[in-house]
């Protein structure tokens, strides 16, 4: 193409810089858009709908139908023609629209003599914000110039639409990023905060999507890239030694060296896009994409893809992660996703999470827990409809995000947040008294922990001591494998923080939804039933010994108790506890100092080992029943499946029978039995569970005040009469006949 010759695209786009000059409001400039596209492409109609909300498109402007139609046509998403295209954001394109599949006549807009219909999204990074279209009476299909100019035309309304150039009245024109915005997502970890918004990646804003000169901007566009295939370059250079790195790096280099990526962009310039719009243009289609993708490889490329464009437009623009900001004294982070270590650099700064990807069991989810920071995963959108310094309200206990919410919503959120910080004190008084019934049994109340920032918890928790210490922490949030020196270290400043309260730790729990970034993860079907937790100690028994070691050292001379995670028969606890009593008699023959006493026991996370030999029950140390995954292989739900995992209750009478019979064989054998995960911080289920016969449990910090309130008002026989009436009359769940005698309880 000639440098001289200028593209009907790019006149177009010329003339809609010079109509958004002036200081006309926005209805005005969506009048004058629309006539301006009408006229330049030969069209008889050219409409703009955009959303009033996320299942409205309303008819905001048009050229050729009747103007008397204007904010008062509106349709659901998916309904007629331009519904569709909202919906599935493609593009359609028909010479007979009365024929074409879906569509809707509309009859106050006295559309019935077109025929010929051309609708294109207006959406930017994947989320839709209207739909432009252009209708004639001519029955004939647009040409692929035609739909291309649209396009281009469509990004610029995208862009316009997002730096408030069409602002008017009614919530189809509203200020974007001004109207309050509720947010559902999956709780993962309880806890309600109010504060302000901190994006982990601020939004590149483009100012400037029409180019003034397109021979500079394919000169910016060329300069850019060229840095970032340099950058790529240098990062896989320093990833050579992590394959899966490598692996990630490669398919950048691959996008970034990409000339069909390249001749799109190239092609957007000389039609009249500046650099960062063309860049743009192309993540908007990569994310349409994504969220239409069912192929997770293409899901992840089409990831890579998106990530590789936010770098470039950051090259572009200058608008790096650090924007000058300052976080507000009050943070709620919000970002697409986040790593451990990210996480940790934060530090218990952090009021909130929200996170739009994650899971419930993610490694975010399991700092956040240890850090005890309210965290909300799967809150689609967050990203698109946070800004920083947004007033934000997060209730971990519903799974909500209230964004920029109204005052009434903040005087109810506020309330809430004062009846628990007045029972929070109430639990103060008690947090130095035992655990003890009314019926005289008395609980032990223990805290989980996996970070040395937990434990000051401990005492302000009132809890007896450190029930489940998670040792992976340490070696999720690194980039190589720990040393055992450093791991000691570690080990030891833990004892010394508890103070000579006990500390359960749990050897090397990794696998499943707990990959090592340095270790090459399995292609497997089902990670949660594979090679997981003692299956990977026992087959790197080096990596195990050398964690044995490790803790032997920490506790010099102390006390120690370790156990075993995801033990599934007897056999694989007796060659664990083998490698213990190896690792014991070499730290005997260095010289070194042992522990005063050695305790070992195992998790019992899986419903085989509750089956195990007596034998087992005679020789393992101690127990601790995992709750979290016991349930979820009992009832076969999987816990980070919101469809299913939710229908199975922990006071199911079948569950709550199989947890007695496991109680019962530990009462045989005298072993030491105790019950970590999340029900065991749920006051209700931990009070049945007390009943059952549980004398230990062991929760979040938080959940201890609160558990033992409740214990210390109930008697437990009169709940054991409770739940063997329910189970006599049939019931297949105990919670309402529990949650009736606790009312009637007062």
């Known amino acids: ?13 010329g003339r809609l810089r010079d109509a958004m000059a002036g200081d006309d409001p926005g ?4 009048d004058k858009i629309t006539h301006l596209i009408a006229d330049s492409i030969g069209t008889e109609v050219c409409s703009i709908y955009l959303f009033r909300d996320e ?67 207006v959406q930017r990074l994947g989320e839709a914000l209207g739909v432009l279209v252009v209708q004639s ?117 691959m996008f970034a060296n990409s000339k069909g990526w390249m001749r799109r962009m190239e092609e957007d310039i000389a039609n009249g896009l500046s650099a960062e719009a063309a860049v743009e243009k192309e993540q908007s289609l990569a994310r349409a994409r994504m969220g239409q993708a069912s192929d997770n490889y293409l899901r992840e490329r089409l990831s890579d893809l998106d990530d590789l464009s936010n770098r470039l437009l950051r090259i572009l623009t200058g608008q790096g992660k650090d ?97 628990q910080a007045a029972a929070a004190e109430r639990y103060v008084s008690i947090r130095d008294k035992p655990a003890e019934t009314l019926c005289g049994e008395v609980i032990s ?86 090679w997981r937790a003692i299956r990977v100690g026992l087959d790197k028994p080096g990596v195990m010994l050398m964690q044995l070691q490790a803790l032997l050292r920490a506790a010099n001379g102390r006390p120690l108790s370790v156990m075993f995670p995801f033990v599934a028969q007897f056999e694989e606890y007796t060659r664990a506890k083998a490698l213990m009593d190896k690792a014991i008699e070499r730290e005997r023959t260095l010289g070194n100092v042992l522990p005063e006493k050695v305790e070992v026991g195992s998790m019992l996370e899986t419903p085989s080992l509750a089956f195990a030999p007596q034998k087992f029950f005679e020789e393992v140390g101690f127990l601790s029943i995992g709750g979290n995954d016991l349930k979820q292989f009992f009832f076969a739900a999987d816990r980070e499946n919101e469809r299913v995992r939710r229908r199975y209750d922990t006071l199911n009478v079948s569950f709550l029978s199989f947890i007695e019979r496991i109680v019962e064989r530990c009462e045989i054998t005298d072993t030491p039995l105790s019950f970590c995960g999340e029900d065991a911080g749920r006051p209700v289920e931990a009070l049945c569970l007390a009943a059952i016969g549980l004398r230990n449990l062991s929760m979040r910090p938080a959940s201890v005040g609160p558990v033992k309130s409740l214990l210390r008002r109930s008697n437990l026989a009169e709940v054991r009469k409770v739940i063997a009436d329910a189970r006599h009359r049939g019931e297949m769940n105990v919670r309402p006949a529990i949650m009736e005698y606790l009312r009637q309880q007062g």
Not at 55 to 65: F, H, N, Q, V
Not at 330 to 352: C, F, H, M
Request: charged residues 25%.
């Open 323 to 419: 924007t000058g900001a300052d976080m507000p004294p009050d943070p709620i982070l919000v970002a697409r996703n986040i790593g451990p270590a990210e996480l940790l650099d934060y530090g218990r700064a952090l009021k909130g999470i929200v996170l739009e990807a994650g899971s419930v069991g993610s490694h975010a989810a399991i700092v956040a827990r240890a850090l005890a920071i309210p965290l909300i995963v799967h809150a689609d959108r967050a990203t698109l409809e946070a800004l920083n310094g947004d007033h934000v309200l997060v209730d971990g206990e519903q799974g909500i995000v209230h964004l920029r919410p109204d005052d009434q919503v903040v005087s109810a959120f506020r309330d809430k947040m004062a009846m």
């Open 445 to 530: 109340l223990n805290m989980n922990a996996g970070l040395m920032a937990d434990l000051p918890s401990l005492d302000g928790s009132g809890a007896e001591g450190v029930g489940l210490f998670r040792t992976e922490l340490q070696f999720l949030i690194r980039n190589k494998m720990p040393k055992r020196s450093e791991l000691s270290a570690l080990y030891a400043r833990v004892l010394d923080a508890a103070g000579g309260k006990k500390v359960v730790f749990r050897t090397l729990d990794i696998g499943s939804d707990k990959v090592l970034p340095y270790m090459k993860p399995n292609d497997e079907p089902n990670p949660a039933l594979g």
């Open 27 to 30: 209805q005005a400039r969506l």
């Open 137 to 253: 009476k001519d029955a004939r299909e647009y040409s692929a110039d035609e739909i291309y100019a649209l396009e281009v035309v469509a990004m610029v309304l995208a862009e316009m639409t997002e730096l408030g150039a069409f602002v008017g009245e009614g919530s189809a024109m509203g200020k974007r990023h001004s109207q309050p915005v509720m947010l559902r997502g999956t709780i993962a970890q309880e806890g309600v905060a109010e504060g302000h918004i901190w994006l982990h990646e601020p939004r590149v804003v483009v100012t400037n999507p029409i180019a003034d000169d397109p021979h500079r901007e394919l000169e910016r566009l060329h300069d850019s890239v060229e840095e970032l295939r340099v950058g790529v370059d240098k990062m896989l250079a320093l990833a050579s030694a992590d394959k899966e790195q490598a692996e990630v790096l490669e398919a950048y280099r």
């Open 55 to 121: 299942e409205t498109l309303e008819l905001c402007a048009t050229e050729g139908l009747n103007p008397e139609s204007v904010h008062q046509t509106r349709m659901r998403l998916g309904e007629g023609l331009v519904g569709r295209v909202a919906r599935r954001r493609e593009v359609v394109n028909t010479a007979n629209a009365p024929a074409a599949r879906g569509f809707r006549y509309m009859p106050e807009t006295g559309e019935e003599v077109f025929s010929s219909f051309l609708g294109v999204p």
């Open 1 to 13: 193409m000639s440098e001289r010759v200028e593209t009907e695209s790019r006149k177009l786009l």
